[in-house]
């Protein structure tokens, strides 16, 4: 509307302006409310699904290379009240004594 008004006069009326202004805020909240059904709608189906179900839409397990990723963020130090190795992961704050 804003367009062909322009076209006539060179300068948007304000209703041609408050009509694009209700129209855009309607389609706005016609999307809005599509997005709220469908999140309603996967929740209902979450909620119904067996245990098994859930485990096959549940998130994939990480890359077979991710374990190596992860325990290169570890640092190998001595203890040198006892001696013994242990590992820490600075990214993390993870320490531990068993080798990751």
Same mark, same amino acid.
């Given at each position: 509307m804003i367009r062909n008004n322009v076209e006539k006069t060179g300068v948007p @009326? @304000? #209703? !041609?302006?408050? *009509? #694009?202004?209700?129209? !855009?805020?309607?389609?706005? @909240?016609?999307?809005?409310?599509?997005? #709220?059904l469908k999140r309603e709608e996967i929740k209902a189906v979450n909620a119904s699904a067996t245990p098994e179900e859930q485990a096959a839409t549940s998130a994939p397990p990480p890359p077979p290379y991710q374990a190596a990723? *992860? !325990?290169? !963020?570890y640092q190998q130090y001595v203890d040198p009240a006892t001696g013994a190795p242990y590992w820490h992961n600075a990214q993390t704050g993870d320490t531990r004594w068993t080798a990751p």
């Open positions: @009326t @304000t #209703d !041609a302006i408050l *009509n #694009d202004y209700t129209l !855009a805020h309607s389609t706005i @909240t016609d999307i809005e409310c599509r997005i #709220d990723v *992860n !325990a290169m !963020a």
